[in-house]
């Protein structure tokens, strides 16, 4: 069955903001958005796939991603970055705070230096890019937020216990988020990945038992592509989604453990 997608006219226009949108998800999620004819503001540490990425996605839509290179554990950086797309987009309508690292880590290895920067890749930006573009969406009169949670915590994947901390606080701030901004129109939520076959997972672990274990677990057989958390993501931020709000949005084929 040949594959139809909806076009958002909500979101053409409007200016987006990606963390961690040059590589695997991220990617999809960039040209998700182009391909609606938003305005898309990225930041990444991958320059020479960023910059590659910002190029193939202008030849494909029409529209020219706009690529900031941003270690986001920086949050003056990240900051920054939100404040020069408000300048050059104007006010931001949708927050996708994607970027991550599932980096696999065991107990025993684990020290407080390295649990504090595990938080700082893929908990605490989350908080802060909602706070800078607070202003920014109440002059608006509304905006979206997305924080990406994980199914790591649910499903129990090992030696990911720092990473599996983070995602799953994750759930808590768009919960909190969700109820303090709700009272200036912005909605909070929390889009939950599968097991997606980016290239990262497909170079690092999905090996030929890890298949057997997806298709013994999985209800859908089909295999979750990043394009498929994109599309989520794209009615997350457009006005189709408008009264959706502190609520887990899970795109994982249906699995036994979720």
Known sequence: MASQHAV??????????????GSGIG??????????????????IA?????????????????RPDYLPCDIRDITALQAAIETTRQRHG??????????????????????EYWDDRMAVN???????????????????????????????????PDVPAYASA??????????????LGVHNIRVNTLVPG???TERQLTLWVTHEAEKVIDANQFLKAR????????????LAADDSALCNAQEFIVDGGWVSS
């Open 195 to 197: 097991w997606v076959m």
């Open 123 to 157: 908990l605490r930006p989350m908080f802060f890019a909602a706070q800078a573009v607070l202003p920014q969406m109440r002059e608006l009169g509304g905006g979206s937020i997305i924080n990406f949670g994980s199914v790591s915590w649910r499903m129990g994947t």
């Open 8 to 21: 958002y006219p909500s979101l053409a226009g409007r200016a987006i903001f990606i963390t961690g949108g």
């Open 47 to 63: 320059d020479e796939e960023s910059r590659a990425l910002a190029e193939d996605v202008a030849a494909e839509t029409g529209v």
């Open 27 to 44: 990617a999809s999620l960039t040209r998700a958005f182009c391909r609606q004819q938003a305005k898309v503001t990225f930041v990444d």
């Open 167 to 180: 995602k799953a606080a994750a759930h808590g701030l768009t919960r909190s988020l969700a109820r303090d």
């Open 91 to 112: 006010n931001i309508s949708a927050l996708v705070n994607n970027a991550a690292n599932d980096q696999r880590h065991r107990i025993e290895d684990v020290t407080v």
């Open 224 to 235: 979750v592509q990043p394009e498929h958390i994109a599309n989520m993501a794209l009615f």
